[in-house]
Nanobody
Framework: VQLQASGGGLVQTGGSLRLSCAAS????????MGWFRQALGKSREFVAD????????YRDSVKGRFTISRDNAKNTVYLLQMNSLNVEDTGVYYC???????????????WGQGTLVTVSS
C-alpha cells in the first residue's frame, strides 16, 4: 500500500492550497481517508476525514475553510482544499487510510509521507 501526498508549499496568510493524496495497493472505496498535520515541536493532530460514502468530519479550527473530498471512480485520489490559511495551519500534512472514520491517529492503518505547508504572515 502506498499513499503519496502532494501539493504543499509556501503561501501567505489568507492564501489557498490544495493537497492531494494518491492511493495505490488498497481497495480505496473500502477505506475512510483522513488528513492529519504536525507542527514543529507539537504532536500530530486530526484535520479532517471522509468516509467511503462521502461523509466528512473536520476539526473545529478548520471548519468553513478546509474541504475534503474524494474521487472513488479514480480509486486513487482525494483532496483537501484549504482556504483562508493562517500561520497556525503551518505543518507537515499527512494523509492516511482507516477502516472507519475516526479522528484517532492510532486507528489508521496506512500513512503517506507528508507534505509541508508553510503559511507566512
Amino acid at each position: 500500500v502506498q499513499l503519496q501526498a502532494s501539493g504543499g508549499g509556501l503561501v501567505q496568510t489568507g492564501g489557498s492550497l490544495r493537497l492531494s493524496c494518491a492511493a495505490s495497493g488498497l481497495s480505496f472505496s473500502s477505506y475512510s481517508m483522513g488528513w492529519f498535520r504536525q507542527a514543529l515541536g507539537k504532536s500530530r493532530e486530526f484535520v479532517a476525514d471522509i468516509s467511503s460514502g462521502g461523509s466528512t468530519h473536520y476539526r473545529d479550527s478548520v471548519k468553513g475553510r478546509f474541504t475534503i473530498s474524494r474521487d472513488n471512480a479514480k480509486n486513487t485520489v482525494y483532496l483537501l482544499q484549504m482556504n483562508s490559511l493562517n500561520v497556525e495551519d503551518t505543518g507537515v500534512y499527512y494523509c492516511a487510510a482507516a477502516r472507519a472514520m475516526t479522528p484517532r491517529a492510532s486507528a489508521y492503518d496506512y500513512w503517506g509521507q507528508g507534505t509541508l505547508v508553510t503559511v507566512s504572515s
